[in-house]
């Protein structure tokens, strides 16, 4: 079994639940939570509950469309950032402009929530426990820093998080199979098929370095020098944080890249990997079509430059063992 460990915790909130997560300070957070919602298909409020501070509101997914399941109760600029349903309604806009319909499907749970509070822009967390169904968070301040997807910012986060829900869902891992018995490589949630698109990636550009990458999470400047040593790897300094965030940028470069790569590199190498999947050139043929049409009614649908979104130059934290996050 092969596993580059994330972080593990169980923390108490309104509900238990086991986090795994690579400890930054921004995209890649990966939650899994076992508290059970109560389901309301007609849009309005089931009463108020508390959820984490950061919590706003909660969205049930249907057929692509959202409707309220909770507001969380809460005060000050979370009481307005939750009383500004246009926001929630622009972001999730943006979020079917980027993600097919058949995409949309994975998500059944969507959550507007305070990123300065919870020090992230956007999380996914498993809904199911097959890894079927997951929730998409975006924090709402973050959405709107320096303007609407300022820059493109909000679009990478969107694209980030779904590079992690198409490569850990159901069709992907197998949440049956321990790590003791699993002869893949094993990302926390479960033991990865061996077509896999993450198994695949680990299996030509990251066994040969598993045990220096080990190695080199005792520090910063061990980190730094790990990608240093490796830079033609990867397509983001982030993206050497452990496979499960190298992946998850390498989609969002496939994405916002006007064309293929031309070049030898393995980043190269593992940006091209992905036109050979129907699924995924499907995904960057929406999002990228959708831009093609911006015009007045697309006049917020900007994609970053590859690589020039903010977590580009930072790594996840080498400190696996602990977490202030």
């Not at 969107?158 to 699993?182: F, W």
């Not at 020098?225 to 998850?248: G, L, W």
Request: contains cysteine; aromatic residues 10%; hydrophobic residues 35%.
């Amino acid at each position: 079994m092969k596993n580059f460990r994330t972080l593990f915790c169980i923390m108490l909130l309104s509900v238990s639940c086991t986090l795994f997560f690579s400890c930054t300070n921004d995209e890649g957070l990966l939650i899994t939570n076992n508290g059970g919602t109560t389901n309301n298909n007609n849009g309005n409020n089931v009463g108020q509950q508390v959820g984490s501070q950061s919590s706003i509101t909660l969205y049930q997914v249907t057929n692509g469309n959202i409707s309220k399941i909770r507001d969380y109760r809460v005060t000050g600029e979370n009481l307005n950032y939750q009383r500004d349903i246009a926001k929630h309604d622009e972001i999730w806009d943006l979020v079917t402009k980027i993600a097919p319909l058949d995409q949309l499907e994975k998500v059944s749970e969507f959550m507007i929530y305070n990123g300065r509070v919870a020090g992230s822009s956007g999380f996914v967390i498993k809904k199911s426990a097959d890894l079927s169904k997951w929730q998409l968070g975006i924090a709402i301040d973050k959405a709107y820093e320096g303007g609407f997807n300022s820059g493109g910012e909000l679009a990478y986060t969107i694209l980030h998080e779904y590079g992690h829900i198409l490569t850990l869902n159901h069709t992907q891992l197998d949440a049956a199979i321990s790590e003791r018995s699993c002869t893949t490589y094993y990302p926390d949630l479960g033991c990865s098929y061996e077509h896999s698109y993450i198994n695949e990636m680990y299996d030509l550009y990251w066994k040969d370095i598993e045990n220096e990458h080990r190695a080199a999470q005792n520090s910063h400047s061990e980190q730094m020098a790990f990608y240093v040593r490796h830079t033609d790897r990867f397509v983001t300094n982030f993206a050497s944080t452990n496979p499960v965030e190298d992946i998850a940028e390498v989609f969002s470069v496939f994405v916002t890249a006007s064309n293929k790569p031309t070049g030898s590199s393995i980043a190269d190498r593992k940006i091209l990997l992905m036109y050979d999947s129907t699924e995924l050139v499907n995904f960057r043929n929406h999002t990228r079509q959708n831009v093609s049409l911006k015009g007045s009614s697309l006049s917020d649908f900007e994609l970053p430059a590859p690589g020039s979104w903010r977590r580009a130059n930072t790594f996840g934290n080498p400190v696996l063992s602990t977490c202030g996050h």
